[in-house]
């Protein structure tokens, strides 16, 4: 299975900043996850990046508030703009375990966000 | 509107009894359903999983059994060990503009007593 690395595990942050979360994979993927999960919620997933495109925003996340790069196979980041008290989320990144058809998802062990 | 729901927040069991987690489910277009494990700091882990086509997967001591007519699926876990004390997610997916996309449940904490 993937192991994926990301970048930093916590931080705590001052509201109007932005913080940029890393996301390394082990292996090369088509299809990289980010989600969001406040607390006591589910995961919601905020995009999904594509290496060479556009990532594709879900309804309620847009590009200026959480802006992703996809340079490679490998690797994609996650900025987190401007924060607010209501951005303190745990943020995961995922990849697909195989190709084609429904699939499990491996996660990273997430970004624990507060903000002040 | 939550599509995935795990309506009991928490569960406690004794150790070597059966834990039976729930979800239920309203959209009829999901065709994969997941089941995942998540301890504190680390990111969820995948479990088992069941097809639309099939009405049980069992893995050791994982079973999952889906009831599409009442949209619902369980997990079992026998016997219950401490070491699964833990947040379970269910999670489920739909084919959607030529992928597929994932929603979550907001998770059943476990915790199995020893």
């Known amino acids: 299975s993937a192991v994926i690395s990301q970048k930093p595990s916590r931080d705590i942050c001052q509201r109007g900043t932005s913080l940029t979360i890393q996301c390394q994979v082990d292996?090369?993927?088509?299809?990289m996850f980010w989600y969001r999960q406040q607390p006591g919620q589910s995961l919601t997933l905020i995009a999904t990046?594509?290496?060479?495109?556009?990532?594709?925003?879900e309804s309620g996340f847009v590009i200026d508030k959480f802006p992703i790069s996809r340079p490679n196979l490998t690797f994609s980041t996650l900025t987190v703009s401007n924060m607010s008290p209501e951005d303190s989320s745990i943020y995961l990144c995922?990849?697909?375990?195989?190709?084609?058809?429904?699939?499990?998802?491996?996660f990273g062990d997430g970004t624990r966000l507060s903000i002040l | 509107d939550q599509q995935v729901k795990q309506n009991s927040p928490s569960l406690s069991v004794q150790e070597g009894r059966i834990s039976i987690l729930n979800c239920d489910y309203t959209?009829?277009?999901?065709?994969?359903f997941l089941w995942y494990k998540k301890y504190p700091a680390e990111g969820p882990t995948f479990l088992i999983s069941i097809s639309s086509i099939k009405d049980k997967n069992e893995d050791g001591r994982f079973t999952v059994f889906l009831n599409k007519s009442a949209k619902h699926l369980s997990l079992h876990i026998v016997p219950s060990q401490p070491g699964d004390s833990a947040v379970y997610f269910c999670?489920?997916?739909?084919?959607?503009?030529?992928?597929?996309?994932?929603?979550f449940g907001t998770g059943t904490r476990l915790k199995v007593l020893a």
């Open positions: 292996s090369q993927v088509t299809m």
């Open positions: 999670a489920a997916s739909a084919p959607t503009s030529g992928t597929y996309k994932y929603i």
């Open positions: 959209n009829s277009m999901f065709d994969y």
């Open positions: 995922s990849v697909l375990a195989g190709q084609g058809g429904n699939q499990p998802q491996h």
């Open positions: 990046a594509n290496q060479g495109s556009e990532a594709t925003y």
